[in-house]
C-alpha cells in the first residue's frame, strides 16, 4: 500500500482545503521544496493537483509542476482543468506519469477514446459527498448519476483503477468512510482513498483493506497539520500480510 502526499497549489501556493471548497489554509509559498521534503521522507508518489485549473477549467500552475518534475525522481500524478485529449498529450510529455481525469468523469465519450489513446496514463478521479457525484473541482454536482453505475460503466471501459474521495471528509480529519470504501472495493478496483485520514490508527485500518484491492492512501492535511507522522505511516504500508 502506498502513502501519498498530496500537493493541492492554488496561486503559486501549498494549501489544503475543507470538504471541497475553497476555504483554505496555506502550508508552503513554495510546492518545489514540499515536493522535495516529501521526497526526502521516502515516499514513492506524489499526487499534484491545481485548483486554479480545477476551477478554470485550464491548468494554470504548470510553471511550478515543471519545476518538481526536473528536480524530483519519484513518479507525480496530476489532476485539475484536464478536459482534453490534448491536454492529457502534453502533461504526459512534460513527466506527468498519469493523468488525473475528474470533471470529465461522466463523460463516456470522452473516457473511451482517453482510455484507447493513454490506457494506463490515466486514472478516474470519483469525488462523492453523501452519495452524490461532485465535478469541476467539486462545485458542481452531478444529480442523477449513481456511484456504482459510473464504475460499471468504466470497467466496461476497461479502466482498473480509480481515486475515490469522500469530499465530505477531506481535509476535516474526521477518519476516512470506512464502510463506503469497502462498498467502492467491491466493486473490483484497485482504489486509491482520500479524504479525512487523520492517524496512524486510520492508516492501521485501511492497511487492512489492502487484500481487497486497496492500493494507496493520499493524505493531505493531517500530513501538514503534524498529525501524521508520514515515516510511521510509511511502515506500516509497508508491513507484511
Known amino acids: ?77 496530476f489532476g485539475g482543468g484536464v478536459r482534453d485529449l490534448k491536454m492529457i498529450e502534453s502533461l504526459l510529455k512534460i513527466g506527468i506519469d498519469r493523468v488525473i481525469i475528474g470533471t470529465k468523469a461522466t463523460d463516456l465519450n470522452f473516457l473511451k477514446e482517453a482510455f484507447k489513446n493513454f490506457s494506463g496514463s490515466i486514472i478516474v478521479s470519483i469525488d462523492e459527498k ?12 452531478e444529480k442523477g448519476i449513481k456511484i456504482f453505475d459510473l464504475l460499471r460503466r468504466l470497467k466496461e471501459i476497461g479502466f482498473k483503477d480509480i481515486i475515490y474521495t469522500d469530499i465530505s471528509r477531506d481535509g476535516t480529519l474526521r477518519g476516512p468512510n470506512i464502510i463506503k470504501i469497502k462498498a467502492i472495493l467491491k466493486s473490483g478496483f484497485k482504489v486509491f482513498v482520500s479524504g479525512g485520514i487523520s492517524s496512524l490508527e486510520d492508516i492501521n485500518k485501511l492497511k487492512r483493506l489492502e487484500r481487497y484491492g486497496l492500493e494507496g492512501v493520499i493524505v493531505g492535511k493531517a ?19
Do not use: C
Not at 130 to 141: A, D, I, P, S, V
Open 1 to 77: 500500500m502506498l502513502i501519498i502526499p498530496a500537493i493541492d497549489i492554488k496561486n503559486g501556493k501549498v494549501v489544503r482545503l475543507v470538504k471541497g471548497k475553497f476555504k483554505e489554509k496555506v502550508y508552503s509559498a513554495d510546492p518545489l521544496y514540499t515536493a522535495i521534503f516529501w521526497q526526502s521522507k521516502g515516499v514513492e508518489r506524489l499526487h499534484i493537483v491545481d485548483l486554479d485549473g480545477a476551477s478554470r477549467g485550464k491548468p494554470k500552475n504548470i510553471f511550478w509542476v515543471k519545476k518538481i518534475l526536473e528536480e524530483i525522481n519519484i513518479p507525480i500524478e
Open 130 to 141: 453523501r452519495g452524490n457525484l461532485f465535478t469541476e473541482g467539486w462545485f458542481k454536482e
Open 223 to 241: 500530513l501538514y497539520e503534524g498529525r501524521l507522522d508520514i515515516q510511521k505511516a510509511l511502515k506500516i504500508a509497508k508491513r507484511g500480510g
